[in-house]
């Protein structure tokens, strides 16, 4: 299982950036996929989250109306789409699968918020 994040970076205030998950090493089609984050100092929490073929998404509160996750099954990748950015979402964003017990992460990616 390898899951490979990709798109974060420095954005301003009220700024946007996608963020990608590309997955390998399972049949993607199969399993739920989950974006958390975690900034400085902070345990990682629970950002959003989408079901196999993307009939059930669920966000944490504080980014409800402001974050879109999507997938394709076809490039088995997961998006996350992050509007109107505000300096408290700054931290490296994981992707995560659960299978068979087990939690699989990615390196993650750091996203700045910042003027």
């Known amino acids: 299982v390898q899951l490979v994040e990709s798109g974060g970076g420095l954005v301003q205030p009220g700024g946007s950036l996608r963020l990608s998950c590309a997955a390998s090493?399972?049949?993607?089609?199969?399993?739920?996929i989950n974006w958390y984050r975690q900034s400085p100092g902070k345990v990682r929490e629970f950002a959003a989250s989408i079901s196999p073929v993307g009939g059930s998404i669920n966000y944490v509160d504080s980014v409800k109306g402001r974050f879109t996750i999507s997938r394709d099954n076809a490039k088995n990748t997961v998006y996350l789409q992050m509007n109107s950015l505000k300096p408290d979402d700054t931290a490296v964003y994981y992707c995560?699968?659960?299978?068979?017990?087990?939690?699989?992460w990615g390196q993650g990616t750091q996203v700045t918020v910042s003027s």
């Open positions: 090493g399972f049949t993607f089609s199969s399993y739920a």
């Open positions: 995560n699968t659960y299978i068979h017990r087990t939690n699989y």
